[in-house]
């Protein structure tokens, strides 16, 4: 059974630094996601990673801010938030995807096989 274990979050203060890792009970899937659901928000994609080459992309409220990565040996994949701000709260998935076959489809929700339990962020004074 695939496991996903979110960690790392708190509470930080507006233009604070957090990192988030996620550890994977398995290395099969392709590509692994961090999505984000503030209250009475609904769920949405921050970034994804490919594993075969790492490429990575940002939803646009992220970029230049936030970073995803991946440990190989460790089976983790990380993302660190730089330069938060109040509306990056909430509860933030680790997401993986054996596979996706169109770019477009990155942040889609019903692509991901396997989901984290969360990890809360919270960015206030």
């Known amino acids: 059974q695939v496991q996903l274990v979110e960690s790392g979050g708190g509470l930080v203060q507006p233009g604070g630094s957090l990192r988030l890792s996620c550890a994977a009970s398995i290395d099969t899937v392709q590509y692994y996601a961090w999505f984000r659901q503030a209250p009475g928000k609904e769920r949405e994609g921050v970034s994804v990673i490919r594993r075969v080459d790492d490429v990575t992309v940002y939803a646009d409220s992220v970029k230049g801010r936030f970073t995803i990565s991946r440990d190989n040996a460790n089976n983790t994949v990380y993302l660190q938030m730089n330069s938060l701000k109040p509306e990056d709260s909430g509860v933030y998935y680790c997401?993986?995807?054996?596979?996706?076959?169109?770019?477009?489809?990155?942040?889609?929700?019903?692509?991901?096989?396997?989901w984290g339990r969360g990890t809360q962020v919270s960015v206030a004074s």
């Open positions: 997401a993986a995807a054996k596979v996706i076959y169109y770019e477009r489809k990155f942040f889609s929700l019903d692509e991901y096989d396997y």
